[in-house]
């Protein structure tokens, strides 16, 4: 059975700081893997997707890269800021019908002014 | 585009009772899916389709139940409520590929 974990549980950074959130799966056959961010009491929103056949993605500020065989993936934040609060969710694809989900329980980061 | 929406956003519910939550996309999604999170945990699916009149389990589909009769909606019908089934509720959707996922607010639903 697929299981995602996610280290740290929660992050406090100072402003500026660059930072590495962890995600590791506990089967490394996986199809895609997305990143989220969940901001308090809203939905998710889709931050990156990187597909099997990637190593990595980069979005702005934001990039995530996949090692299938260790069985882990990274995001990382380059300067951030007080903005990049929220809660931030790794999610696994299963190598089955129907893009089916597996998600970690997040880590929540505060980034403090 | 609206996106992925979903009502109501909160609901109180008594032991017992039924309710549907609605979802509804825009995008000609082929695929759809319901998801549960409980604080401080991950997200759980429950439901998901892969097209109009096609629907299938996922981790956690006990107490619930799906149709999908058109492309665009995908409710979620609750059948004697408990207290369990406390959480909240996402509603998502994606192509088959590429395989991103995209999700409504969510509904808050209480269960006393």
């Known amino acids: 059975k697929q299981e995602v974990t996610q280290i740290p549980a929660a992050l406090s950074v100072p402003e500026g700081e660059n930072l590495v959130l962890n995600c590791s799966f506990t089967?490394?056959?996986?199809?895609?893997l997305q990143w989220f961010r969940q901001d308090p009491g809203k939905g998710l929103t889709s931050l990156l997707l990187?597909?099997?056949?990637?190593r990595e993605q980069t979005s702005g500020r934001l990039n995530a890269s996949l090692d299938k065989s260790s069985g882990r993936s990274t995001l990382y934040i380059a300067a951030s800021q007080p903005g990049d609060s929220a809660t931030y969710l790794c999610?696994?694809?299963?190598?089955?019908?129907?893009?089916?989900?597996?998600f970690g329980a997040g880590t929540i980061l505060r980034v403090k002014s | 585009n609206a996106g992925v929406t979903q009502t109501p956003k909160f609901r109180i519910l008594k032991i017992g009772q039924s309710m549907t939550l609605q979802c509804t996309q825009d995008?000609?999604?082929?695929?759809m899916y319901w998801y549960r999170q409980d604080p401080g945990m991950g997200l759980k699916l429950i439901y998901y389709?892969?097209?109009?009149?096609?629907?299938d389990k996922g981790e956690v589909p006990n107490g619930y139940n799906v149709s999908r009769s058109t492309t665009e909606d995908f409710p979620l019908r609750l059948e004697l409520a408990a207290p369990s089934q406390t959480s909240v509720y996402f509603c998502?959707?994606?192509?088959?590929?590429?395989?991103?996922?995209?999700f409504g607010p969510g509904t808050r639903l209480t269960v006393t």
């Open positions: 998502a959707s994606s192509y088959p590929t590429p395989p991103e996922q995209y």
């Open positions: 089967d490394s056959a996986i199809y895609n």
């Open positions: 990187i597909q099997s056949s990637q």
């Open positions: 999610a696994v694809f299963l190598r089955e019908y129907g893009n089916k989900l597996v």
């Open positions: 995008m000609n999604h082929n695929y």
């Open positions: 389709s892969v097209g109009a009149g096609i629907t």
